[in-house]
């Protein structure tokens, strides 16, 4: 696949000079101008936050912003040198796309994709996708991933509790749907896909679990380039 399924807006060059309280990242211009942007990413961003390396930023001229710049995303070497996108407000517009769009043939038996879409225990829950019109309705949970260790990306880097919570929900709607859980990998040089254990061992025996008992697992490997992602297809998985 050769063509973008999202497009960057003009985004400005620097190096990252300091993340901290989460929110806030310091990034210096290629101008020399060190400005504060908004790191929409709560995570601990393990191994794609190192200091000094060559980031990327949105502007807004938006009044209502408290901050001006957005980082979108960092370069590593892990492998070979790669953007990787830290945006995490991006992945579930661009799995959208990806739907409307039927580019994943895994997930083609559809004719409606509705977001946001209440489910599980008393319906307090909301799963990203739902796509109907197949024999079965189909529930799509998104996870947003950058972690690596070479060729392997993982998912979580840390305990997620919240994680854990959309397994068991997923694996509670068999056998009357079918449950699928999308893992968007935010970078092209990972093939390889596993659950992360020593970020949450929890996490990864629910996963293996999860399969077991029948949820659909797609780790989805995306291209991440200042001008815009593609999809590249699976990664393998690896357990």
């Known amino acids: 696949m050769t063509d973008y399924l999202y497009h960057y807006p003009p985004l400005l060059a620097g190096k990252l000079v300091k993340r901290y309280k989460r929110f806030f990242a310091d990034v210096e ?3 020399g101008e060190v400005v504060t942007a908004h790191c929409p990413n709560t995570g601990p961003m393990t191994g794609v936050s190192t200091l000094g390396s060559p980031v990327y930023v949105s502007e807004s001229d938006s009044p209502t912003r408290k901050l001006r710049y957005t980082l979108e995303m960092i370069e590593v070497y892990d ?4 953007w990787v996108g830290v945006n995490t407000n991006l992945p579930n517009r ?13 997930l083609s038996s559809y004719s409606e994709v509705r977001g946001e879409v209440p489910y599980g225990e008393d319906k307090k829950s909301r799963i990203d996708f739902l796509l109907t019109g197949a024999d079965k309705p189909i529930y799509v949970e998104v996870k947003s991933t ?19 919570k959309h397994l068991k929900e997923l694996m509670a709607l068999l056998p009357d749907a ?4 999308l ?8 093939p390889y896909f596993a659950p992360g254990d020593r970020g949450d061992p929890t996490y990864g025996k629910l996963f293996r679990d999860a399969i077991a008992l ?26």
């Open 214 to 239: 029948g949820v659909k697992v797609l780790p989805c490997r995306f291209e991440v380039s200042p001008v815009g992602i593609r999809y590249l297809g699976l990664a393998e998985l690896k357990l």
């Open 94 to 106: 661009i799995i959208q796309l990806a739907l409307v769009n039927k580019l994943i043939p895994e």
């Open 146 to 164: 950058t972690w690596a260790q070479g060729e392997l990306v993982l998912f979580p880097d840390t305990v997620t509790t919240r994680g854990r």
């Open 29 to 31: 211009l290629f101008s």
């Open 178 to 181: 079918v449950p699928v859980m």
């Open 79 to 82: 492998n070979q040198p790669t």
């Open 183 to 190: 893992y968007f990998i935010n970078r092209a040089d990972c």
